[in-house]
Each structure stands twice: as structure tokens, then as C-alpha cells.
């Protein structure tokens, strides 16, 4: 019952940014966290950040820290991927994903229930 819709993706050029949003319907009853993920073409798909929806901690790959930032905004019940001074090998379908989990691992695809549609990031150079 619970949608998750993403927008934001888009061509971008090497060392720029994008701004990635998900909206949930309604309230998130019951979501503790919400996380993005990406694959793309051929590999496995990767945990990017997560964040805790009730304090707001966030989580990161730690190949990416430093250059994307998650962040939720309660009221509208959305989470946003800032990404900066992108790379090529950051091209992927991004995916918005949420857990209600009691045990949640942040990495692991399996424990999230719900998952947007995706939208597609191409980096070039």
C-alpha cells in the first residue's frame, strides 16, 4: 500500500550535481528507515545512504561519503539524495527504498519492503 515515487534524475555532466526526491503517500506509518540504492547495467545493486526517520541519522557507503548527503523532511514525508561533483561511475538507476523492519540492516536490500520505480542518473565526462 505504501508508494514511493522518485524524481529528479537526469543527464548531468562530470563534477556536477543533482538533486534526487522521493515522496511517500501518506503517512509512513511504521517506516523507521528510508535509503537509496543504485545498479547499474550488469553489477548487483549498491547501497548508497540511508537515514533514520525518527532522529534523522544518516548512513553512508563509505565510498561515498563526503560527496552525497541524505536528508528527510517529516512534514512532507520525502527523502532527498543531494549528489555533488559527480562521476561517471555514478551512472545508475537510483532507487528509493523504505524499511519497517524491527531489526533493520541498512546495507541489505532484503530488508526493505517498499521500493520506488527508479530514475535514471547519467554522469558524463
Known amino acids: 500500500q505504501v508508494q514511493l515515487v522518485e524524481s529528479g534524475g537526469g543527464l548531468v555532466q562530470a563534477g556536477g550535481s543533482l538533486r534526487l526526491s522521493c515522496a511517500q503517500s501518506?503517512?509512513?506509518?511504521?517506516?523507521?528507515?528510508m535509503g537509496w540504492f543504485r545498479q547499474a547495467p550488469g553489477k548487483e545493486r549498491e547501497f548508497v545512504a540511508a537515514?533514520?526517520?525518527?532522529?534523522?541519522?544518516?548512513y553512508y557507503a563509505d565510498s561515498l561519503k563526503g560527496r552525497f548527503t541524505i536528508s528527510r523532511d517529516k512534514t512532507n514525508n520525502s527523502v532527498y539524495l543531494q549528489m555533488a561533483s559527480l562521476k561517471p561511475e555514478d551512472t545508475a538507476i537510483y532507487y528509493c527504498?523504505?524499511?519497517?523492519?524491527?531489526?533493520?540492516?541498512?546495507?541489505?536490500?532484503?530488508?526493505?519492503?517498499?521500493w520506488g520505480q527508479g530514475t535514471q542518473v547519467t554522469v558524463t565526462s
Open positions: 527504498a523504505a524499511s519497517s523492519a524491527s531489526t533493520i540492516v541498512i546495507h541489505a536490500t532484503d530488508r526493505y519492503q517498499y
Open positions: 501518506g503517512r509512513a506509518f511504521g517506516i523507521s528507515v
Open positions: 537515514i533514520t526517520w525518527s532522529t534523522g541519522n544518516p
